[in-house]
């Protein structure tokens, strides 16, 4: 561990809660957290599958802590999308959402830059199936990254988008709910990541807090009044948290919401100058990284406007919806065209969902079920993780050493029950595709995503 800077210690001095010797002693003792979330959509026995003991972690209903890391690479229930590797202080998330919105109602929700995933995964799994959740990244290489654990985790109400936060005025009043992780310094993960100590700096602070408030003063107009931001960081400096809340309440008149925070769980509730709530996780206190968040809601604008519909997408002939219908469930979903690929989308959410492709960069949508070539559909990955694969396609379960082999794309020494297209399980759980041949198994697992490494 390096030295923590001088001038991050010194800027802490008058932070509520700041304790420097405990602060400075937490970051030499080399301790690292490791923390999952399960998939509710994908129940397990037992996760990960090694013998490691779990410890519930207070603030979610989905997230523990792992009494030793495991090589995850090599847990086939991960590949599965069972579980999440998350921080622990960023679950939180889960309390700011359960006690600002009615989470039983459908809901419009903007995760602002989701990169690589944890939090859309976890909005996802608290929000109705009838809810939308529009997920953004603004780097090209981390939306695809971000798109492959959406599918990982098997969501079909996601709609995976790369625009910069000003394109979303083009959407005024549309979200209910906006949750901006902005882009920090990063002082609350020195922890975890000691070579971030180098990049740190009080200007750095201060250039992250000017973007801070571009960011957000940019994709403001798309959340409707009465509508919630959740704002958070990973940094400790006043100039991106407190500020940032005064900043709000006075530019953009937001309200703050103050949340309900057992002493017991050592979370530090904090004000700024206005007034404005905000929580602070300091690693010496919780178990867990360096972390803020508010929530506040938007009192006065945003009233919706009703986008019109332009040009309708595509959709799938009768002859072509009874052939997906072999291989998944139909009911309440809509069948998207684009050229020879289909996509799913939830009947419910097609209006909205068609508005959103014409309005922005969208790179995945709902739940990606292949290629149509003519009478025969080619299954995508997506496809194989999504839950919606119909009982009466074939499945070739693995042992935890072969599906290894599996997702290492290596020959596999099964002989499937039948000949043709099956969908390979480990523990009940759908890894994706292989399709049997008389004197071979093709394997079908996307070749970006496989294994590189040797067990």
């Known amino acids: 561990m390096r030295y923590l800077p001088d001038s991050l210690m010194n800027s802490l001095a008058d932070v509520k809660g700041f304790d420097k010797e405990a602060f400075a002693q937490v970051h030499a003792s080399g301790e690292q957290i490791t ?12 996760v990960p599958n090694f013998p490691i003991s779990l410890a519930p972690i207070p603030w979610t209903n989905y997230g523990f802590y792992l009494s030793q890391r495991p090589s995850f690479t090599f847990d086939p229930l991960f590949h599965a999308g069972c579980y999440y590797v998350q921080e622990a202080s960023s679950m939180f998330l889960e309390q700011a959402l359960r006690q600002t919105v009615d989470l039983s109602r459908p ?17 996802q799994s608290l929000i109705t199936a009838d809810s939308l959740l529009v997920s953004n990244e603004v780097i090209k290489s981390r939306a695809a990254v971000l798109k492959d654990n959406i599918i990982k985790w098997g969501s079909d109400n996601v709609m995976v988008t790369c625009n910069d936060p000003s394109h979303f005025a083009r959407l005024p009043g549309y979200f209910d709910v906006l949750v901006a992780d902005a882009p920090c310094s990063g002082s609350g993960l020195f922890r975890r990541d000691p070579e971030a100590i180098g990049e740190w700096s009080l200007n750095s602070v201060q250039l992250c807090s000017q973007r801070q408030q571009r960011i957000l003063a940019d994709a403001w107009p798309a959340l409707k009044e009465n509508g919630v931001l959740i704002y958070s960081t990973c940094s400790y400096s006043r100039e991106e948290d407190e500020d940032i ?11 703050s919401l103050q949340l309900a925070v057992p002493a017991g769980w050592n979370i530090v509730e904090v004000q700024g100058r206005s007034g404005a709530y905000g929580y602070r996780f300091w690693p010496d206190k919780v178990k867990g990284e360096g972390f803020f968040i508010a929530c506040l809601r938007k009192t006065s604008g945003g009233q919706e406007t009703r986008l019109k519909l332009k040009n309708k997408p595509e959709v799938a002939g009768r002859t072509e919806a009874a052939t997906l219908g072999r291989w998944m469930q139909t009911e309440g979903y809509d069948f998207i065209k684009h050229e020879q690929t289909v996509y799913a989308w939830p009947a419910a959410l097609t209006a ?5 492709l014409q309005q922005l960069r969208v ?5 990606r079920a292949g290629e149509l070539l003519r009478d025969k559909l ?5 496809l194989a993780l999504s839950g919606l694969v119909n009982d009466a396609i074939g499945r070739t379960p693995l042992t935890n050493e072969e599906a290894i082999l599996y997702l290492q794309r290596k020959d596999l020494p099964v002989r499937p029950a039948a000949a043709g297209w099956q969908l390979v399980t480990c523990e009940g759980q759908p890894l994706g595709w292989i399709n049997a041949l008389p004197n071979r198994i093709n394997n079908y697992y996307p070749k970006e995503l496989r294994i590189l490494r040797d067990n």
Request: net charge negative.
């Open 363 to 367: 790179v995945y949508s709902g739940v």
């Open 245 to 255: 809340l005064d900043w709000l309440e006075q530019e953009l008149k937001a309200e």
């Open 35 to 46: 923390s999952i979330r399960f998939n509710p959509a994908k129940p397990v026995s037992q």
């Open 352 to 356: 909205d969902l068609s508005i959103l």
């Open 107 to 123: 809901m419009k929700l903007l995760d602002l830059s989701a990169a690589p995933g944890g939090k859309s995964t976890h909005l």
């Open 378 to 382: 080619v299954p995508d990955h997506a």
